[in-house]
C-alpha cells in the first residue's frame, strides 16, 4: 500500500493524462524514487481508473519480487533515477508528437507558451523499442540534457521533482505539437515574432 | 472572517486586514475583491487563484485542503501571500 | 581567460612568499570552482590534525568559471576553510563585487597559508602582488577600514575583518564592499589568526565566452525569465527577503524567544513591508544583477547602511522578542561595521536572554531588552565581560552556564530563521547541513511553503528525502558556478548548463551540473567524516526533537527526524551509519579518499 496523498496524486494525474488524449488506455507509465525504492505503475494497469493496487514499490537495482508486476519499461525508469536527479517520471504516448517524432530529430516550438517553457524537445531512436538496455541508456542519457524527449515513433519521457512538474512538461509537449501540425496544415508562411528564436535549435 | 493580506496586495486593498463573509475561501476572497478590480487581478487569474498566489487558512496552505472551495467558518482566520520569494 | 582563468595565486604569510600555480584542468571540471574547488583544495591542505585558529589553517577564495562573465548574478564568491566555531568543514558565499574584481586579477582562487608576524593585508592589482603592512588599520571597524583602501565600486574592491575577527570571535565574519559578508562559521576569527586585515583587488581581464552568440542568447533568455517570474521581478526588489517574514510567521514556524514559540506577535513591525514602509532608502544591486534586493535603509536617528535581510530581522526580532525595527537595524548595521554574522549573534543573544531569565546566567538581561543590543555586539567583538561568553557562540556560551541543550544550534551551528518543528523536510536540512544548521545549503521554504516548484506538506516525513537531498545537490552546485540562488528561483539549472558551455566551451549538461552538486556535497560529507563527525551530530536542539510547539498553527509538532534520516541515507547511497558506499564514491570520481572511510 503506498502513502494516500502519493495515491491520490497518482491517480488525479493519470486520469488527467488519460482524458486529455495523453496515451490510450492501458498505455504509459508513471513512477516516482522515495528513499532507495522506486514506486511504478504496475503492468496492465488503466491509466485512467488507477486503484491503489495498481502500484509496485520495487528496489532500484536487483531482483527483488517487484519487478514481476511492474511496468515493462522498469529498466528505463531505474536508468533515469541513476543518471538524472529526477524524483519523478512520466512516460506517455502524445499522438501529435509522435506523429512529428517520424520525420525530424528535434522538435522545435513556434509557439510563445513553448518555446518559453521547453525550448526544444530532442527525438532519440531506439530500435527495441520497449523496455531493452538501450532503450534504458539512451533514455536516460538524453535527460541529463532536457527535461523531457521524445522515442521515435514511441512516446516521451519527462522527469521532474513532482509528478506533477512532469506531468506539465508532457501537456506542454502535445499542446507545442499540435500547433506545429495545425501550422503546417494551414500551409501560411510564418512571420517570427520570437528574438534569438534561432538558436532554440543549439538549446 | 478575518482576512489578512500582505505584501503588494496591502496597497491594492488600501488595508491589511478586513472583516469578510462567506461560507468558502472563493466567497471570502471574492466579497474582498468586489469593487476592486486591481486586487481582483493581482489574487484572480481568472476562476483560480493567480501562479505563486498563496491563501492559508489558519496557518494551513488551502492547496492542501479543498482550494478555493475549502470551507471556512467565522473564527477562521485568511491569509493570502502574493508572489514572494526570500532566504 | 574563458571561463577559468587557470591560475591560483597562493601566499605564504609566515615566509612572505606568493607563488602562482596552475589550476588543475580535471579538477576544475569535476568540481567547477567556488565552493567545490574550495572543498577539494581543502581536503588536500587542511587535515584533522590542524587547529582552526592556527596558523596551518587555511583560507581559501573562490571564484567560479562564469564569475565576471556578465552573465545575470556572475558576481558572487566563496571562502573555504576549517571553522572554527563547528570543527566543520566551513564555506561562505557572498555578492557585492569583490568577487567579479577578483577574478578580473586573472585568478580562479587565492589560498592564503601561515599567519604573518604582525598586522598585514593583501593587494592584487595590474601592478602585481603585495603584502602590504596594516597596523595602522588594525582595530578599525569595517566601514573606516573600506574607505580607507579606497574601495571604488567596479574598479578597486575591499575585502576585511572588522574588530570581531580581530579578536577571533568565533562568530566573526568576512565583510566585502562594506556590507556584504561572508558571514557564517567564524571565517573573519580564521583570518584575524592569520594577522590579515583585508585583501585589496583590482583587475583589468575580462572573462569573454567561447561562444558569443550561444552567451548571447543565453542572457537574453536568462533576463527574460527574470523579469517573468514575479518573485524576481517584484517581490525580492520591492520588498527584499524579510519579505517572508510574515508568511514563515503565519504558517507557525518563525522560531521566538530561542525557539520556545513558534509565531512572534512583532512578526509584522519587523517584517519586509514595513521596512519597505518605514525605513527604506532605496533598492540596490550586486554586479551584474537585475533583482536588485538589497535593502538601502535609514533609520529614525539618522545612521545609514544596508539591510535588515529576512535573517538578520529574525536573529534580532523574533529569536530576541524584540519589534522595535530601528533598534534591529541598527543592531544590523553594527554587526556590519564589527564583522560578525548577524544569524549567529542573534541567536546567541536569544540564547542568552533564555539562560538568563532561567537563572542559570548572573545578568539582568531578558527577551524583548532591545536597549541591551549596542552593548552585546559591542562586547562580543570585543570579547569583554559577557561578550567573552557570547563570542563562542551559543553552544559554548550555553554549555559554560550548564546547559548546552538550550542552544539552538547544529554541531555548533546556529538554527536560522525557521523552526523545523513547522517544517520537517527542513529539519533535515539542518541536521543533515555539512557546516552545521543552514539554511542556504538546501532550504526548503520553496517547497514546503512557497510551492516553489510545487506545493509539499510541511508536515509529511515520507518523502522529503529526495527532494531535500536535490536541494542540497543544486545549492552546491550554484554555490560552486557561483550564481545566486535568487536567481535559481527563477531559472533553472538547465539554463546554467548552457552559459556555462558557453563561457567556457567545454559541454555540461543540467544532471552533469547536478552531479557536480553531489560530488560537492558528499567530498564535504566525506571531510566532516574525516574529522571524526558521525551520524550522531545528524541531529537538532532536544527541545525541536521533543518539545511540541506549544501554540499555533504548528501546534503539538515535533520533528520525526529518525524516520526522515533513515530514508536520506538511503537515498543518497550512503550505509546506514550515514558513510558514502564505495559504489556512491566510484560513481561521483572520489576514488581518492575511498581509503579514508572504506578499509
Known amino acids: ?203 | 472572517m478575518k482576512v489578512k493580506l500582505f505584501g503588494n496586495l496591502r496597497q491594492k486593498a488600501g488595508e491589511s486586514e478586513f472583516v469578510a463573509p462567506g461560507a468558502t475561501i472563493r466567497e471570502a476572497l471574492e466579497s474582498l475583491c468586489a469593487d476592486n478590480e486591481p486586487l481582483r487581478t493581482a489574487i484572480f487569474a481568472g476562476a483560480e487563484l493567480q501562479p505563486h498566489v498563496r491563501v492559508m487558512v489558519n496557518g494551513r496552505d488551502c492547496e492542501l485542503a479543498n482550494g478555493l472551495a475549502t470551507a471556512v467558518s467565522p473564527q477562521d482566520t485568511i491569509a493570502i501571500f502574493p508572489p514572494i520569494a526570500g532566504g | 581567460m574563458q571561463g577559468w582563468a587557470g591560475n591560483i595565486l597562493d601566499i605564504n604569510l609566515t615566509s612572505g612568499q606568493i607563488e602562482t600555480v596552475p589550476l588543475d584542468r580535471d579538477m576544475a571540471r569535476l568540481f567547477l570552482g567556488g565552493r567545490g574547488l574550495g572543498a577539494r583544495l581543502l581536503w588536500d591542505l587542511v587535515g584533522p590534525e590542524v587547529e582552526p585558529l592556527s596558523p596551518e589553517n587555511v583560507l581559501i577564495f573562490t571564484t567560479g568559471p562564469i564569475t565576471a562573465s556578465a552573465s545575470q548574478t556572475s558576481n558572487r564568491f566563496n571562502v573555504s576553510t576549517k571553522s572554527p566555531l563547528t570543527g566543520t568543514i566551513l564555506h561562505a558565499n557572498s555578492g557585492g563585487w569583490w568577487g567579479m574584481q577578483f577574478k578580473r586579477t586573472g585568478y580562479d582562487a587565492l589560498i592564503v597559508r601561515g599567519k604573518a608576524a604582525s598586522p598585514v593585508m593583501i593587494e592584487i592589482t595590474p601592478a602585481g602582488v603585495a603584502i602590504k603592512d596594516a597596523a595602522h588599520l588594525w582595530g578599525k571597524g569595517v566601514f573606516e577600514t573600506t574607505v580607507a583602501l579606497e574601495q571604488n565600486r567596479n574598479k578597486r574592491n575591499v575585502l576585511c575583518i572588522g574588530p570581531a575577527g580581530e579578536n577571533r570571535v568565533r562568530i566573526a565574519a568576512i565583510m566585502n564592499d562594506k556590507e556584504r559578508s561572508l558571514a557564517r562559521g567564524g571565517a573573519g576569527a580564521v583570518m584575524g589568526s592569520k594577522n590579515l586585515k583585508a585583501i585589496v583587488v583590482e583587475g583589468l581581464e575580462k572573462n569573454k565566452p567561447a561562444d558569443p552568440d550561444q552567451f548571447k542568447f543565453m542572457l537574453y533568455e536568462t533576463g527574460k525569465l527574470l523579469k517573468a517570474s514575479p518573485l524576481t521581478s517584484q517581490a525580492l526588489p520591492e520588498f527584499g527577503t524579510a519579505v517572508v517574514m510574515n508568511v514563515v510567521n503565519e504558517i507557525g514556524a518563525l522560531p521566538t524567544r530561542n525557539f520556545q514559540q513558534s509565531q512572534f506577535e512583532g512578526a509584522d513591525k519587523i517584517s519586509g513591508e514595513e521596512i519597505t514602509d518605514t525605513i527604506l532608502v532605496k533598492n540596490q544591486a550586486c554586479w551584474a544583477c537585475p533583482i536588485t534586493c538589497t535593502r538601502i535603509t535609514q533609520t529614525k536617528s539618522g545612521k545609514e547602511g544596508e539591510g535588515p535581510e529576512f535573517e538578520s530581522a529574525w536573529a534580532f526580532g523574533a529569536q530576541c522578542g524584540i519589534d522595535d525595527l530601528d533598534a534591529i537595524t541598527e543592531a544590523n548595521y553594527q554587526c556590519n561595521d564589527l564583522g560578525l554574522d548577524t544569524i549567529s549573534m542573534g541567536n546567541t543573544i536569544g540564547c542568552a536572554m533564555e539562560l538568563a531569565e532561567r537563572g542559570l546566567l548572573a545578568n539582568d538581561l531578558g527577551f524583548g531588552r532591545a536597549d541591551r543590543l549596542p552593548g552585546l555586539i559591542h562586547d562580543t567583538a570585543f570579547r569583554q565581560g559577557i561578550g567573552d561568553d557570547l563570542a563562542e557562540g551559543s553552544y559554548r556560551l550555553a554549555s559554560k552556564h550548564g546547559a548546552p541543550e538550550l542552544s539552538m544550534s547544529v554541531k555548533k551551528l546556529e538554527l536560522p530563521a525557521y523552526d523545523p518543528r513547522g517544517m520537517q523536510g527542513q529539519g533535515l536540512v539542518f541536521a543533515t547541513g555539512n557546516r552545521g544548521a543552514c539554511h542556504e545549503t538546501g532550504n526548503m521554504l520553496g517547497p514546503e511553503v512557497l510551492a516553489l516548484p510545487r506545493l509539499i506538506d510541511r508536515f509529511a516525513t515520507q518523502g522529503k528525502a529526495g527532494i531535500v537531498s536535490v536541494h542540497q545537490n543544486s545549492a552546491a552546485v550554484i554555490d560552486s558556478l557561483v550564481y545566486c540562488k535568487f536567481a535559481n528561483m527563477a531559472v533553472a539549472e538547465e539554463f546554467f548548463a548552457r552559459t556555462l558551455t558557453a563561457v567556457t566551451g567545454e559541454h555540461f549538461t543540467a544532471d552533469d551540473l547536478m552531479m557536480v552538486g553531489e560530488r560537492v556535497w558528499t567530498l564535504e560529507r566525506l571531510y566532516n567524516l574525516r574529522e571524526g563527525f558521525s551520524k550522531e551530530d545528524d541531529t537538532l536542539p532536544a527541545r525541536l526533537l521533543h518539545e511540541p510547539v506549544p501554540a499555533g498553527p504548528s501546534e503539538g509538532f515535533t520533528v520525526k527526524l529518525a524516520p526522515m534520516l533513515e530514508e536520506y541515507y538511503a537515498f543518497r547511497g550512503w550505509d546506514k551509519n550515514g558513510v558514502p558506499k564505495p559504489e556512491k564514491l566510484k560513481e561521483l570520481s572520489l576514488e581518492f579518499v575511498m581509503e579514508v572511510v572504506h578499509d
Open chain 1, 1 to 203: 500500500m503506498i502513502d494516500q496523498r502519493l495515491y491520490e496524486e497518482f491517480r488525479d494525474i493519470g486520469r488527467d493524462i488519460f482524458v486529455t488524449g495523453l496515451t490510450s488506455s492501458h498505455g504509459g507509465n508513471m513512477s516516482v524514487r522515495v528513499g532507495d525504492k522506486i514506486i511504478i505503475k504496475r503492468r496492465g494497469a488503466q491509466f485512467g481508473r488507477l486503484k491503489h493496487s495498481d502500484f509496485v514499490v520495487t528496489n532500484f537495482q536487483g531482483k527483488d519480487s517487484g519487478i514481476v508486476r511492474a511496468s515493462t519499461e522498469l529498466i528505463v525508469h531505474r536508468a533515469i533515477y541513476e543518471k538524472t536527479s529526477a524524483l519523478a517520471i512520466v512516460h506517455a504516448h502524445p499522438r501529435t508528437a509522435i506523429v512529428l517524432s517520424l520525420s525530424r530529430d528535434e522538435i522545435i516550438p513556434i509557439d510563445n507558451e513553448g518555446s518559453y517553457l521547453l525550448r526544444k524537445i530532442p527525438v532519440v531512436t531506439v530500435e527495441l523499442a520497449s523496455g531493452s538496455k538501450e532503450m534504458a541508456e539512451k533514455v536516460s542519457e538524453a535527460l541529463r540534457g532536457y527535461k523531457i524527449i521524445m522515442q521515435r515513433g514511441h512516446g516521451c519521457f519527462a522527469i521532474g521533482q513532482t509528478l506533477e512538474e512532469a506531468y506539465h512538461w508532457v501537456s506542454a509537449l502535445e499542446e507545442v505539437s499540435d500547433i506545429i501540425l495545425e501550422h503546417k496544415l494551414l500551409g501560411e508562411e510564418m512571420i517570427e515574432y520570437r528574438k534569438h528564436s534561432e538558436s532554440y535549435a543549439k538549446w
